[in-house]
Nanobody, 126 residues
Framework: QVQLVESGGDSVQAGGSLRLSCSAS?????????MGWFRQAPGSEREGVAA???????SYADSMKGRFTISKDNAKNTLYLQMNSLKPEDTALYYC???????????????????WGQGTQVTVSS
């Protein structure tokens, strides 16, 4: 059973930055799995942020391009989400997710996302 543990969530002011981390219990991040970040704001549906493959190919939801960067450290088996120029509307519970192969395209909308973390809270105040 794969376990994903997010960390790095915090309360920040608008314009600030945060880097979220996701540690995996197995070598999912350095393997052929598709890894991703999602978020869910209160009263809203969960939405995809970004996804990344083993060899570092990334994809972003259209609304997330420009301020968010997904990356990973295979040696540390850790997934990251760098968030810059944060806005109050970025306030949400942020989740990392993983899906084993096979998959056709590693994108937030095209993968089944079999495993999920518990989430880390990001709160952005104006």
């Amino acid at each position: 059973q794969v376990q994903l543990v997010e960390s790095g969530g915090d309360s920040v002011q608008a314009g600030g930055s945060l880097r979220l981390s996701c540690s995996a219990s197995e070598s999912t991040i350095s393997s052929a799995w598709c890894m991703g970040w999602f978020r869910q704001a209160p009263g809203s549906e969960r939405e995809g942020v970004a996804a990344i493959t083993r060899d570092g190919r990334t994809s972003y939801a259209d609304s997330m391009k420009g301020r968010f960067t997904i990356s990973k450290d295979n040696a540390k088996n850790t997934l990251y989400l760098q968030m810059n120029s944060l806005k109050p509307e970025d306030t949400a519970l942020y989740y990392c997710a993983a899906d084993p192969p096979p998959w056709t395209q590693c994108r937030v909308t095209t993968v089944a996302w079999k495993y999920w973390g518990q989430g880390t809270q990001v709160t952005v105040s104006s």
